[in-house]
């Protein structure tokens, strides 16, 4: 269950639980930077008021990563009777991974994370804002972390913190439960994993032995972390546009403010218009057109119709998008009015290379996860001897058509084809997906 709202920035209070037995990876001024990430990703963000309207510029970013990242893949387990058993929770993944990977875009890391139930192995999806890492080796690989969730009943709120790591050598998981009240600020007291159903069949602690990476894996975008530039974390793909974000908002409440200022109405004295009765009302529907003034003149009846500022503020607000647009990393026009601007083609080219850079850097990042998902999945199966050991290949197909879209793809190759330098067969395998 997700963490509650008030209740979702716990690291600190899971950092001083952790206290005991090693610091946290995490850093407060990361965590604050989280937050206002999800803020911004849930259209709330902190600059956002009755005057300030919002683009939702954040989560459409986020989204356009994760369509890109996910545009078309193809990935599957083959090798023996493990991988084809290992294949059904990881298919089920796949399927549902674009949604996942705008979560990780938008709050920076997301951790894929396989269990075990009654009904067989099955792959859960966790936030940025519901795990903090603990550790990580030399290669930047997240090797323990705190997991948290949350199940409400009336007025009591109960966390449970997962604990995953290596200590002397073994791998080891902790659980422990806590209780606090609705006007609780922190984890609460602490109290038996018996004591809450869904959790009595938990162990307080286990040690595996054998396991050499952890059960779970992190996937982070490719950005640098401008928070913390020396630590591991990952940030969200629109980290560096921030403040160019709420220039945009700010931008586009103008245009808005534009258009109702400058709105037609018309300005009476009260003698001019026809009373309606008791009270003088007019008509609901010509309320906002009629404005009725008290006035020396009985006879006072003007139009006001202003003309619209509206194309100097649009340009304003298209040249934001595109800045917004280079900072992370996307080509021009996927926010912007690109036809505002003239281009060259070598521009244009340019700016989809830079797109195309960003998400096959995005893409390495997700295979390496999902590599990473596929170990730990093929460990647990080992554990629990849910089905045979075996060789198991991981194939991936990340779409290319982020710069060539598939009909320049079609034409290039079949020029190669009538030059002599491709064979027929090879480009009727590569339209029908056979390569």
Request: net charge negative; charged share 30%; aromatic share 10%.
């Amino acid at each position: 269950m997700p963490l509650k709202k008030e209740c979702i920035y716990i690291f600190e209070r899971i950092k001083k639980y952790l206290k005991g037995g090693g610091e946290a990876a995490f850093e407060s001024e990361q965590g604050s930077a989280l937050g206002l990430w999800c803020e911004m990703y849930e259209n709330r963000a902190p600059w956002l008021d009755s005057r300030t309207k919002s683009l939702n510029l954040a989560a459409a970013v986020a989204s356009e990563y994760a369509r890109l990242v996910t545009l078309e893949l193809k990935t599957e387990l083959t090798g023996s009777a493990r991988a084809e058993y290992l294949n059904a929770p990881y298919g089920d993944l796949v399927r549902r991974l674009r949604k996942s990977v705008e979560y990780g875009c938008a709050k920076g890391g997301l951790i894929f994370k396989p269990f075990v139930s009654r009904n067989g192995m099955h792959v859960e999806c966790i936030q940025a804002d519901a795990f903090v890492p603990t550790e990580f080796d030399s290669s930047g690989r997240l090797m323990g972390a705190v997991f948290a969730e949350q199940i409400r009943r009336g007025k009591l709120t109960y966390t449970r913190l997962e604990q995953h790591g290596f200590e002397e050598g073994r791998y080891v998981i902790r659980n422990k439960a806590f209780v606090c009240g609705r006007a609780g600020t922190g984890l609460g007291s602490e109290l038996p994993l018996t004591d809450v159903p869904e959790w009595s069949l938990l162990l307080a602690e286990l040690w595996l032995d054998g396991v050499e990476r952890p059960l779970f894996a992190y996937f982070t975008p490719s950005s640098g972390n401008q928070e913390e530039n020396r630590s591991p974390l990952g940030v969200s793909v629109f980290s560096k546009a921030v403040d160019l974000i709420k220039d945009a908002d700010v931008q586009y409440s103008r245009l808005l403010w534009e258009f109702e200022g400058s709105e037609l109405a018309v300005d009476a004295a009260s003698d001019v218009l026809k009373p309606m009765g008791e009270g003088s009302r007019l008509p609901k529907r010509s309320e906002r057109l009629f404005r009725r003034l008290e006035t020396a003149d009985p006879d006072f009846y003007r139009v006001f119709s202003p003309a619209i500022r509206d194309q100097s503020i649009i340009n304003g607000l298209n040249t934001i998008l595109r800045r917004i647009e280079f900072n992370c990393g996307l080509a021009y026009g996927t926010l912007s009015d690109v036809r505002t601007v003239q281009r060259t083609a070598q521009e244009i080219l340019d700016s989809r290379q830079r797109s195309y850079a960003s998400i096959c850097d995005c893409q390495r990042a997700l295979r390496f996860a999902l590599e990473d998902l596929i170990c730990a999945m093929d460990t647990l199966a080992t554990l629990y001897r849910l089905a045979p050991e075996g060789r198991v290949e991981a194939g991936f197909d990340f779409d290319d058509s982020i710069v060539t879209d598939r009909g320049t793809q079609f034409e290039e190759r079949l020029k190669l084809v009538q030059n002599g330098i491709l064979a027929p067969e090879e480009l009727k395998a590569w339209y029908l997906g056979k390569e």
